[in-house]
């Protein structure tokens, strides 16, 4: 019997060091992680006693979502909520009551933590599955989080804000590492113009379109001067073109934008019109370095499978970039159409040298796919290793509130709420806001006015 939990432990030994990393990062101090017999040890070099939890490896090793999940009241037994509520603890009929025990001087917890980081972080969850939407995606209707309701709460941050109270009271000499809330904003660049890469066939549709239907030559006028006037640079009077103001608002909020260019064609209908070697593309390239925001990937619609595609694409930015000086510490992006097959997309950014990827949300719905708010370091669970790459949780995407075809809230206050509650779910656990809004998404005045609220 001891042979075969030595053997399990070894098995686990690049999981344990892996989430010693993400609790070292989260708390600021080194813990180690052990198996002792069918429970888990998480002591600190140089003490002598240690938190203690039940070991669940069976359930917290599965693809599925048809899992249990259980609640606990954190106030009931002393303990604080950040958000104010019962915990959700998926994988679990029943949480043992009290769920904390301290027994001597060690605490006991009935509830296998570092297990359940596990699984929604490495999105074990997502491993093989079959019940995938229209693009291909693990909807978030199909997920655990959805199914339990608790999609919309940074469940993993919770439950660590409840670990470091029993940290506090375990080691209470310890001085714990104090996160502060933040705002990331990126702009996935599909249509960086509305005309500057239509054909001579497209644009004389859209100036037909204006004289014949809507009787407007002032707006025919406006397209053949956009279009004749772009080649060198994206005109100043396109819809599309929002960039300037887009890292204007950054600035006024003390932000960096993040903007993401689409590198290869892989399915000609729902990829981009551009290529990044564009006199124009490059010209913008060049003013969103310039002003000191960000330049990342947004690897084609059909990359997801394949890492070659994506080290391709990944190569033609950076080559691009290099010729037009643009130099830095990171480069990471974020799948287009949210397009993610686990493992294999996530092989795919580390195979191409990436240093961080933002896909994962869910297009269908907002909220917390991988049930946290923070960056952490990304987990093959099917090779079982810790990865270079980093990944860096999407909470929100504009078209999956305010489109008819998600949420459909439109851009009122109902949508400003939703975003709101979100981004407050964050700061109460002192994590960082994600937030994607498409450039081509800022065409009306409300839709500009609903982004700024949002940061305010």
Known sequence: MSTDIDQQGVKLRPRFAWLEEVLTERFGVQFQLSMQEQQVRMAVN??????????????????????????????????????????????????????????????????????????????????????????????AT??????????????VDEWLHLLGQVITRSWPDLLLRNNTFSIAVSHDADRPSLYAFANFYQVSRAIAGDLLKRRDLKAAMQVARIWTSSKEE?????????????????????????????????????????????TAIRALLRNIHSRGHEVGLHPSYNTYRSSQAIAEEACRLKRVCGEEGIEQEKWGGRMHYLRWEQPTTLRGWEEAGMDYDSTLGYADMPGFRCGTCFEYPAFDPVAGQRLALRIRPLIAMESSVIADSYLGLGIGEAALKKFRDLKNSCKAVNGCFTLLWHNSALTSQAERDLYQAILD
């Open 234 to 278: 994206l005109h100043a009077s396109d819809p599309l073109n929002t960039f300037d103001w887009l890292m204007d608002v950054s600035e006024r909020h003390g932000l960096i934008s993040a903007f993401y260019f689409i590198c290869g064609r892989t399915d000609p209908a729902r990829d981009a019109s551009y290529n990044p070697e564009h």
């Open 46 to 139: 140089g003490c002598p006693n240690a938190i203690i939890f039940t070991l669940d490896i069976a359930t917290f090793s599965q693809a599925r979502s048809d899992l249990p999940c259980s609640t606990w009241d954190a106030a009931s037994e002393g303990w604080q909520a950040p958000l104010g509520e019962p915990l959700p603890a998926p994988g679990v009929d029943n949480v043992p009551r009290p769920l904390i025990e301290k027994r001597e001087d060690d605490y006991y917890i009935g509830y296998d933590i570092p297990g359940f980081i596990y699984w929604m972080l490495s999105r074990q969850e997502e491993v093989g599955r079959e019940d995938l939407d229209v693009h291909s995606r693990f909807p």
């Open 142 to 155: 199909s997920s655990h989080a959805f199914m339990h309701g608790y999609l919309e709460r940074p469940i």
